[in-house]
C-alpha cells in the first residue's frame, strides 16, 4: 500500500515540479515564451487568407497581461501542487490517504485546464494556432495534457485493502 501511495505522490511531485520549472523558465527567458504569445494572439503567422484574423488581439499591453496571467496561473497550479504534496506525504501511512487527495486533484485540473482551456481552445481554436507553422503550441499542449491526465487517473485509483483469503492464503 505505501509503495502504490508513493508512487502517487512521486508522479503528483513530478507535475508539481514541471510547473514549477514552466513558471522559472517564463519568468527568467521572458522574451521566448513572450514572443509565442504576442504571436498567437496577434494572428499574425496565421494563413493569409484566413477570415478568422478579426479575432485578433494587436494590442502589446493586453498581449503583456495575457502572457502574466499565464505565468500567474502555472505559478498558483505550482504551489497548489506541492501543497498537494504535502498534505499527500502526511497521510501516506494513515487511513487518510483518499481525504488528502482534493488539494492534488486541484491542482492537476488547473494545470490541465490550462493547456485544455487555454492553449488547445482558446489558442487553438479561437486563435487559430493551428494555421500557423512557426508558432503552434497544439502538439506539445496535447503532450502535457496526457502527462497530466495519467497522473490524474493514477491518483484517483481508488485503493484495495488486502485480505487474507478465508482459507488464509490470499
Same mark, same amino acid.
Given at each position: ?14 507535475? *508539481? ?10 519568468? !527568467?527567458? +521572458? ?16 494563413? =493569409? ?8 488581439? @494587436?494590442? *502589446?499591453?493586453? #498581449?503583456?497581461?495575457? +502572457?502574466?496571467? $499565464? $505565468? ?19 497521510? $501516506?501511512?494513515? @487511513?487518510?490517504?483518499? &481525504?488528502?487527495? @482534493? ?7 488547473? /494545470?490541465?485546464?490550462? +493547456?485544455? /482551456? ?6 487553438? %481554436? ?6 500557423? %507553422?512557426?508558432?503552434?503550441? #497544439?502538439? !506539445? ?6 502527462? $497530466? ?8 485509483? =481508488? %485503493?484495495? %485493502?488486502?485480505? =487474507?483469503?478465508?482459507? &488464509?492464503?490470499?
Amino acid at each position: 500500500m505505501t509503495t502504490l501511495r508513493l508512487s502517487k505522490v512521486a508522479l503528483v511531485a513530478t507535475i *508539481a515540479l514541471f510547473f514549477t520549472l514552466v513558471a522559472f523558465g517564463n519568468l !527568467t527567458d +521572458y522574451h521566448s515564451n513572450e514572443a509565442f504569445v504576442r504571436h498567437i494572439l496577434a494572428m499574425d503567422t496565421i494563413f =493569409p487568407d484566413s477570415t478568422l484574423r478579426w479575432r485578433a488581439i @494587436p494590442d *502589446a499591453n493586453m #498581449q503583456t497581461i495575457a +502572457y502574466w496571467a $499565464i $505565468i500567474g496561473w502555472q505559478t498558483l497550479t505550482a504551489v497548489v501542487l506541492w501543497a498537494g504534496v504535502v498534505r499527500l506525504l502526511g497521510a $501516506i501511512r494513515g @487511513p487518510g490517504f483518499a &481525504g488528502a487527495q @482534493p488539494t492534488a486533484v486541484l491542482g492537476l485540473a488547473m /494545470g490541465f485546464l490550462l +493547456y485544455a /482551456g487555454g492553449f488547445v481552445v482558446v489558442g487553438g %481554436e479561437w486563435f487559430a494556432m493551428w494555421q500557423s %507553422e512557426e508558432w503552434n503550441g #497544439q502538439q !506539445t499542449s496535447f503532450g502535457f495534457l496526457t502527462m $497530466i491526465g495519467i497522473v490524474l487517473v493514477v491518483l484517483l485509483v =481508488p %485503493e484495495q %485493502e488486502t485480505r =487474507p483469503s478465508a482459507d &488464509g492464503k490470499g
